[in-house]
Each structure stands twice: as structure tokens, then as C-alpha cells.
């Protein structure tokens, strides 16, 4: 069974500061996809980047960034140039094949003004 | 293009009857799927279908819940004599085949049971 874990309940940073969360992961296949999403108070949960396990570039979405660690089964996103709108929780999700999703517990984002 | 459509968004229930949430998937996407939310907790992995067929439903409780998404229509999730501890916001996902692409959710339906 695959687990995800995320270890930072709550994180806050100043506005247009760099903040990164933290994602950690465990299953036993080698090829498999991760994913940060966002959810705002409004509830939809919105897809925020994608990472392919085989591909070793890190994906990269505007001030989104990840850093994919296969080897230490890690998976971290960094939020540059940080607004008020991206205040959120943040959920780390793996999926194998075309089974389920697991999710992480989330890590609340707060922005600084 | 719609995404994928929850109603109702809102529902309260009294304890003992019957909650029917509904998903309509995005176009051109045959798998659904259902996720738990629990109040500041993460999404829980309910149960996977495709059309007329259960794939997975190990996330399911084994009593008053089931799932279904027949030929037309659809996705339908029911509980039936709900309990306070059945509220949760419920949410839908659908994806292509083996894409690997993520799911698209919809806005979910906020279950409250009185």
C-alpha cells in the first residue's frame, strides 16, 4: 500500500516571499505519478502540477515549482513571488496507474501581507 | 466544456433517511470516482467505478453505503439512515483511461446530518 505524507500542518509566508511545502511518499513501484493540489475556502480542489516519476526534470508551473527527489521519495513545491490568492491547503497526491489517488493530510497555507 | 458537475452542493439530512449525491463526469471521461472529506483532514478514497461496473471499493463502509454509474446518467453515491458522522463534504473525480493525467473534481456536495 502507498502512503503520503505531509508534515507541516500549517505554514504562513510574507507576501511575494519563496515558501516551499513538504511531501514525502512511500510505495514500492517505480513508475507512478505525483501531484500538488490546491484547495481555497471555496472547496474545489484545483490541480496545481504533475510530476512523471520517469522524467528527472522537475516540473514547473509559472511560480510553481517542485523538487522530485525519486531516490528519497520526496516531493516538495515552491511557491515563488507568493500572493494573496494562493492562500490555501495544499494536498500532495501519488497515483499508480489508473487506481486511486492518495492524499496527503495537507499543509494550510497562510499569506503575510 | 463543463467539468465535472456535483448537486446538489448542499444537503442536510436528518438522522435515519436517505442522501443521494450525483456526479456527472467530464466529457469523453468514463471513470469516476468518489473521496471523503472529513472537516480539516485530507480526501479519503471512497470507491472507482466505470460505467456499469464497481472497480474498487475498498474505501467504502461496508454498511448503508453504495455506489453506482449506470449506462445513462449519473454517478450516483447513497447513503442510506444517515448518521452525524456521515457528514463530510463528498467529492467526485473523473479522469480518461490511463492518462495519468490527475483527476478533474467537481465543487463537491457538503453533507450535514441533524
Known amino acids: 500500500a502507498q502512503t503520503v505524507t505531509q508534515s507541516q500542518p500549517e505554514m504562513s509566508v510574507q507576501e511575494a516571499e519563496t515558501v516551499t511545502l513538504s511531501c514525502t511518499y512511500d510505495?514500492?513501484?517505480?513508475?507512478?505519478?505525483l501531484f500538488w493540489y490546491k484547495q481555497p475556502p471555496s472547496r474545489q480542489m484545483i490541480l496545481v502540477i504533475r510530476?512523471?516519476?520517469?522524467?528527472?526534470q522537475n516540473a514547473t508551473e509559472n511560480r510553481f515549482s517542485v523538487n522530485f527527489q525519486k531516490a528519497a521519495k520526496s516531493f516538495s513545491l515552491k511557491i515563488s513571488d507568493s500572493q494573496l490568492g494562493d492562500a490555501a491547503m495544499y494536498f500532495c497526491a501519488l497515483l499508480i496507474g489508473n487506481e486511486k489517488l492518495t492524499f496527503g493530510t495537507g499543509t494550510r497555507l497562510t499569506i503575510i501581507p | 466544456n463543463a467539468g465535472v458537475m456535483q448537486n446538489p452542493r448542499h444537503l442536510v439530512r436528518r438522522r435515519g433517511q436517505e442522501a443521494r449525491l450525483r456526479c456527472s463526469p467530464m466529457k469523453g471521461h468514463s471513470h469516476v470516482y468518489w473521496y471523503r472529506q472529513l472537516p480539516e483532514e485530507g480526501l479519503k478514497f471512497m470507491v472507482y467505478l466505470q460505467k456499469e461496473n464497481i472497480i474498487d471499493e475498498s474505501g467504502m463502509p461496508k454498511e448503508r453505503f453504495s455506489a453506482e454509474f449506470p449506462k445513462e446518467g449519473p454517478s450516483i453515491l447513497r447513503i442510506q439512515q444517515v448518521v452525524r458522522g456521515d457528514s463530510a463534504a463528498y467529492f467526485c473525480?473523473?479522469?480518461?483511461?490511463?492518462?495519468?493525467?490527475?483527476?478533474?473534481f467537481g465543487s463537491g456536495t457538503r453533507l450535514t446530518v441533524v
Open positions: 510530476q512523471e516519476a520517469y522524467k528527472q
Open positions: 473525480a473523473s479522469s480518461p483511461i490511463g492518462q495519468g493525467y490527475g483527476y478533474t
Open positions: 510505495t514500492s513501484e517505480s513508475d507512478y505519478y
